[in-house]
């Protein structure tokens, strides 16, 4: 039961901005003022890039138990607030209280995974990790659609699903074993140049990844002229490919090496951006799905699971930290770089980025020689 704990508590990642994506457009026409507007699928991704750092000291000083309880906390009022808050500033507000949140969940959470999961069962594990956090993705992207019809308040009622995840931790939650105690702030010894690495994939890949869902909308809507539901049902149907494919990932472990799968997401990631970049209608947009949807239900399980395999499990807490932050400073940084870098033609964006996201494995594969050593750490083997 407790690993269901863990695996609908990561469910919550994705959620935070997918229950609201479709519904940007509605909550614009009640303040008519989109920068800010946009601001409340940006802001939580900075509140976890700032505040993960410190996430290691409130489970030192509460343990994991309690430090996750106050962050499903922070993320259930922060989250449902729409539904009562009148002004668009206490809501952006409220979007950073829930970024703190989810950097407080994510963190313990994924520090509760390298601690209480065998090695044995952690590819499994990881694999049902990126499909809760897809499937959470497409059912909240179709049902703030939905809800988004009637008034732009209803789809924040979806993160009351946050309640039974909270009242499931207080009745079966418990802390960690091995995580570091005495100092949350110091790394202990081991392959810190790893860790460097693995950092880097995980900012870039969120950062592209969402320079597509950012521009998906316009591309649809504006370029080949849809109604704004389709988009919802592409983004839809790019969450239930990244679901499918995240649960058969236990299985590819077993296939092609951690490595060689980072050089494959990154190849899909450029597939996908060249695809929109060469053919502006349907069929581009449909190979960006197809490929994104691919690589994104990789990426994250990927990573986390090699960071699990090279930290030791005594800084475990605090390199998770650092990973969930720059995880998510990629998804900050997207629509400021995107404004700066694009004027009018967003598929020449498209073919840039997509050259870079084919360079990233060859760069992979350089600092993998370099830095990555050929057994992992003593404290963990391979699943």
């Avoid at 790394?187 to 950092?199: D, E, R």
Wanted: glycine residues 6%; charged residues 10%; positive net charge.
């Amino acid at each position: 039961m407790f690993k269901y704990l863990l695996l609908l508590s990561s469910s919550l990642m994705i959620m935070t901005n997918a229950a609201l994506a479709p519904d940007i457009n509605t909550i614009n026409l009640a303040f008519d003022n989109y920068f800010y507007v946009s601001l409340i699928v940006s802001l939580p991704a900075l509140s976890v890039a700032i505040c993960s750092h410190f996430v290691p000291l409130l489970q030192f000083k509460f343990g994991e138990k309690k430090t996750l309880s106050l962050g499903l906390i922070f993320y259930l009022i922060a989250g449902t607030s729409g539904l009562w808050l009148t002004s668009l500033k206490f809501i952006l507000v409220s979007r950073i209280i829930l970024g703190i949140g989810l950097a407080i969940i994510m963190v313990v959470v994924n520090s509760l995974v390298g601690d209480s999961i065998q090695p044995s069962e952690k590819k499994v594990f990881l694999s049902q990790q990126s499909l809760f956090i897809n499937v959470s993705s497409c059912l909240s992207v179709i049902l703030s659609g939905f809800l988004s019809l009637y008034h732009w308040r209803l789809p924040f009622i979806i993160y009351i699903f946050t309640l039974p995840i909270l009242l499931i931790n207080l009745k079966i939650g418990r802390d960690a074993q091995h995580i570091q105690k005495k100092n949350a702030f110091v790394y202990s010894s081991g392959p810190k140049k790893n860790m460097l690495v693995y950092y880097f994939y995980g900012f870039f890949g969120m950062m592209i990844y969402y320079m597509a869902i950012v521009f998906l909308p316009t591309i649809i809507g504006k370029d080949l002229g849809y109604p704004s539901y389709i988009t919802g049902f592409a983004m839809a149907i790019l969450a239930f490919i990244s679901a499918i494919f995240g649960k058969m990932l236990s299985y590819i472990n077993q296939k092609v090496s951690a490595n060689a799968l980072i050089c494959l997401i990154f190849i899909l990631f450029s597939l996908g951006q060249i695809s929109i970049a060469f053919l502006h209608n349907e069929i581009g947009v449909m190979g960006l799905i197809l490929f994104f949807g691919i690589g994104f239900g990789w990426l994250f399980p990927t990573l986390i699971g090699e960071i699990h395999v090279h930290a030791q499990k005594s800084s475990l807490s605090r390199v998770t930290a650092v990973f969930m932050s720059c995880y998510f400073l990629g998804q900050f940084m997207t629509p400021f770089l995107t404004k700066v870098f694009i004027s009018d033609n967003i598929f020449h964006l498209f073919f840039i980025t997509g050259i870079i996201s084919f360079i990233v494995p060859l760069s992979n594969t350089i600092t993998t020689y370099l830095y990555i050593k050929n057994k992992p750490n003593k404290n963990y083997k391979h699943g």
